[in-house]
């Protein structure tokens, strides 16, 4: 399906209306229907043996839902409003739970992916605004450009983004737990959904562990993506919770390393965050990292201390 991606849903009230859609057996079948070929109200309704008007409120929850399109189309014998399928599938994830109910935050950034301090990366690569391209492909000369900081997304074929932000923690306060939330994938030439990639996570210059993209997603557009950005390039990617505690380090929940908290040496002024593939990795496929005006979630890169 051209235009289509997965829907990256969570428990946000927001999402309601896409659960509502799909908790009904006749709006199953049409999204079972539509997965062969598009179809107009008048087909859906026979092939389903119901009514016009309530296939209709059927289409109009599913259209709510984010999970089909509709357009009028002019054929012979009239108008038809068409369906199709806006989605290859809904992906929910739920709250990772406390490690502790008393935990709070006492730091938060958000980091915009432009903002690195320090960088070391190779072709294929590049960054764009929400706008526009900054510089040209594959000249790494452009990750100085000063509109760098303008930059919504960033990729490239191997090395390193390095992200330095001030440390609040004020004497006597330590650190229970570290999140680092950011939407990331491979980096191939175009798009290439088979590409994996080895992304290392680094904070303060210790290795938390390392993740494998499965590759550079493309099939269909990303949520958030620019409507001026080619659908051969880099879409969206996937939402990786790191969480740095006091029994280890885990992705998403489960365990990356044992790299505690304990094995992170603390700045008095400041956090440095990495990014990198380097070309020692078993798979070196690059690095995308998406932030709030591209992909599928409207985020920066977050970084959170709690106490």
Same mark, same amino acid.
Request: charged content about 25%.
């Given at each position: ?31 079972? /229907?539509? *997965? ?6 008048? #087909? =859906? ?6 009514? +016009? @008007? ?114 609040? /923690?004020? *004497? ?6 570290? #999140? =680092? ?6 980096? +191939? @030439? ?116 709690? *106490?």
């Amino acid at each position: 399906m051209e235009g289509s991606a997965i829907l990256q849903a969570n428990t946000e009230r927001k999402w309601l209306p896409t659960y509502e859609a799909l908790a009904s057996e006749v709006r199953l079948g049409v999204l079972e /229907l539509l *997965a062969v070929r598009e179809m107009n109200v008048k #087909e =859906l309704a026979q092939a389903m043996k119901l009514s +016009a @008007p309530i296939m209709t409120m059927h289409i109009r929850k599913l259209e709510e839902g984010g999970l089909i399109r509709t357009q009028m189309v002019r054929k012979e014998g009239g108008t038809h409003k068409m369906c199709s399928l806006a989605t290859d599938g809904v992906e929910v994830t739920f709250p990772l739970p406390a490690v502790s109910a008393e935990r709070r935050i006492i730091q938060e950034v958000s980091i915009p992916v432009g903002h690195y301090t320090r960088y070391e990366i190779h072709p294929t690569c590049g960054l764009a605004s929400r706008d526009k391209l900054i510089g040209q492909f594959d000249d790494p000369r452009y990750f100085l450009e000063p509109e760098r900081m303008n930059a919504q997304i960033l990729w490239f074929g191997k090395g390193f983004v390095e992200y330095q932000i001030p440390n609040y /923690l004020v *004497a006597g306060q330590g650190a229970k737990e570290i #999140e =680092l939330s950011v939407e990331i994938g491979s980096e +191939a @030439p175009q798009i290439n959904k088979n590409w994996p990639s080895d992304i290392h996570f680094y904070l303060n210059g210790v290795c938390l562990g390392i993740w494998t993209s499965p590759g550079d997603s493309g099939d269909g557009r990303g949520l958030l993506t620019p409507a001026w950005w080619k659908n051969e390039l880099n879409q969206y990617g996937w939402l990786k919770m790191i969480r740095i505690g006091e029994d280890g380090t885990y992705v998403d929940g489960q365990k990356l390393s044992e790299v505690t908290l304990a094995d992170v040496p603390m700045s008095r002024n400041d956090w440095t965050i990495r990014f990198e593939v380097p070309d020692t990795a078993e798979h070196v496929g690059g690095l995308t990292i998406y932030g709030e005006a591209f992909g599928n979630y409207a985020q920066d890169i977050l970084f959170r201390v709690y *106490a």
